[in-house]
């Protein structure tokens, strides 16, 4: 079984400032591992994936997340936060040879960025 | 735009109605998802469908039922739902191989009256 944990309901970062989403994720075998963002009233959009190769994955808007094996964590990150970023953010897995399996999701983390 | 589009957006229905959602993708995807998403809770994986073929149910109660005609189109009949199916249905596909993610649909918001 696979499963996605998002520690925190909420985070609040004050606008220019560093901002880290936290997630750690259980699987059998070796992840698949993404990042997406919900706008209000809108669909899921794909930030960025961790497949294999390099620990550091860059995505859209200036986001980044480190795979930590060891950790079993997967933490979004952005250096320098804006009050756009404010959205629902989910931290999501499908285990490598997982088929048609659908993805397993955190329960999301509401980030709130204060100008 | 995502590619994947869903219809309605917005769907007041009584108790006793029959309504489907529609979803339509044109991502040459093979496998198409519907999830729930209710205030609060994680996202619910409701069925899947890798050519065409329903592969996962995750236990959902009979009133919800999936139709997959061909690799573009998917539908989520639904007749004498409950108020606490009021959500936010999500459809999603992805290739069923490889591990691409998801492309969503923007949803359909559900109410029950």
């Known amino acids: 079984a696979q499963s996605v944990a998002q520690p925190e309901d909420q985070v609040n970062v004050a606008e220019g400032n560093p901002l880290t989403v936290k997630c750690t994720y259980s699987v059998s075998g070796n992840p698949y591992l993404f990042w997406y963002v919900q706008y209000p009233n809108r669909g899921l959009q794909f930030l960025l994936k961790?497949?294999?190769?390099?620990?550091l994955v860059k995505g859209s808007y200036g986001f980044e997340a480190e795979f930590n094996k060891s950790q079993t964590s997967f933490h979004l990150k952005k250096p320098s936060a804006l009050v756009s970023d404010s959205a629902l953010y989910f931290c999501a897995v499908r285990e490598v040879g997982g088929g048609a399996d659908g993805l397993t999701f955190g329960k999301g983390t509401h980030l709130i960025i204060q100008p | 735009e995502t590619g994947v589009t869903q219809t309605p957006r917005h769907l007041v229905m009584g108790m006793t109605n029959k309504k489907s959602l529609k979803c339509e993708q044109h991502?040459?995807?093979?496998?198409m998802y519907w999830y729930k998403q209710s205030a609060k809770k994680p996202l619910e994986l409701m069925f899947v469908y890798s050519l065409e073929e329903r592969v996962e149910n995750n236990s959902v109660p009979s009133r919800f039922s999936p139709e997959c005609p061909n690799s573009s189109h998917l539908f989520l009949h639904l007749h004498t739902l409950q108020p606490e199916d009021s959500a936010l249905y999500l459809c999603?596909?992805?290739?069923?191989?490889?591990?691409?993610?998801?492309?969503f649909g923007s949803g359909t918001r559900l109410t029950v009256v």
């Open positions: 961790y497949i294999t190769g390099d620990n």
């Open positions: 991502l040459g995807h093979n496998a």
């Open positions: 999603a596909s992805s290739q069923e191989t490889g591990g691409y993610g998801y492309t």
